[in-house]
C-alpha cells in the first residue's frame, strides 16, 4: 500500500473549519483513502473514505486531487470534540483489507 | 450501526497469568476482525487478522503461540495473551471489517500486567 505523509500537528479554531492534508504521491489506480481519528485513550473512528471521487458524509468532506496524489478531509465546523489524531491511510483493493496506521496529525481546537 | 464492543474496557493481571479479550461486531457479520496493539505515544501496530472458521494469520514478529486467536463466529473474536508479562501491558484494540470493505473498531482493552 501506498506511503501516507501527513503534518504532525495542527491548530484550529472552535467552529472554523479545520482543513487536514494528506500527501500520497505513490498512490496506485486501485488504492481507496481511508480516513479516521482516534480520540484519546479511545479505538479510532471511521470517518470517511474515497477513491477519485469527492465524498462527503455528516461528519466531514473528503477531497481528492485530480491526480490522486493528495487529499484534503475538511471538517466544516470542528467542535473541542474533533480534538484527536487524524490518520490518513491508503489501502488497496485486495484480499486482506489490511490497515496500516502511521504518526498522523494531531489537531488541537481551541475555543 | 457498524458498532464494535470490546471486554473487558481494562484488566490488570499477575505475571504469568492468561487473560482473554473478547471482541463482538454487534449489528452486523464479521467474516474478518483485526487484532491491534498501541503503546503509549505510539502509532497502532496490526497484530492479526482474524478470519471466521480458520486459523489467524500474524504479522512479523507477532508471536502466535503467546497471543491466541479464535474468530469462532461471525460476530466474535478473541484474544489470549498467554503468560503475561509486564512488557505485554499495552492497548489492545480490535476491529471488524463491515459494509464497503471499511474496518469499524472497538474501544479498544487497555491491559496491565503487573
Known amino acids: 500500500d501506498a506511503k501516507t505523509t501527513q503534518p504532525t500537528s495542527m491548530d484550529c479554531a472552535e467552529g472554523r473549519a479545520a482543513n487536514l492534508p494528506c500527501n500520497h504521491s505513490?498512490?496506485?489506480?486501485?488504492?481507496?483513502v481511508y480516513w479516521y481519528r482516534q480520540i484519546h485513550s479511545q479505538g479510532p473512528q471511521y470517518i470517511i473514505h474515497?477513491?477519485?471521487n469527492n465524498e462527503t458524509n455528516e461528519m466531514a468532506s473528503l477531497i481528492i486531487t485530480e491526480d490522486r496524489k493528495s487529499s484534503t478531509l475538511i471538517l466544516p465546523h470542528a467542535t473541542l470534540r474533533d480534538t484527536a489524531v487524524y490518520y490518513c491511510?491508503?489501502?488497496?483493493?485486495?484480499?486482506?483489507?489490511?490497515?496500516?496506521f502511521g504518526a498522523g496529525t494531531t489537531v488541537t481546537v481551541r475555543a | 450501526g457498524a458498532v464494535v464492543s470490546q471486554h473487558p474496557s481494562w484488566v490488570i493481571c499477575k505475571s504469568g497469568t492468561s487473560v482473554k479479550i473478547e471482541c463482538r461486531s454487534l449489528?452486523?457479520?464479521?467474516?474478518?476482525m483485526f487484532w491491534y496493539r498501541q503503546f503509549p505515544k505510539q502509532s497502532l501496530m496490526l497484530m492479526a487478522t482474524?478470519?471466521?472458521?480458520?486459523?489467524?494469520?500474524?504479522e512479523q514478529g507477532v508471536e502466535k503461540d503467546k497471543f491466541l486467536i479464535n474468530h469462532a463466529s461471525l460476530t466474535l473474536s478473541t484474544l489470549t495473551v498467554t503468560s503475561a508479562h509486564p512488557e505485554d501491558s499495552s492497548f489492545y484494540i480490535c476491529?471488524?471489517?463491515?459494509?464497503?470493505?471499511?474496518?469499524?473498531f472497538g474501544p479498544g482493552t487497555r491491559l496491565l500486567v503487573l
Open positions: 476491529s471488524a471489517r463491515g459494509a464497503q470493505e471499511t474496518q469499524y
Open positions: 505513490t498512490i496506485s489506480g486501485n488504492e481507496y
Open positions: 474515497g477513491l477519485k
Open positions: 491511510i491508503v489501502r488497496a483493493r485486495s484480499n486482506d483489507y489490511k490497515l496500516s
Open positions: 449489528d452486523f457479520q464479521a467474516t474478518t
Open positions: 482474524s478470519n471466521e472458521g480458520s486459523k489467524a494469520t500474524y
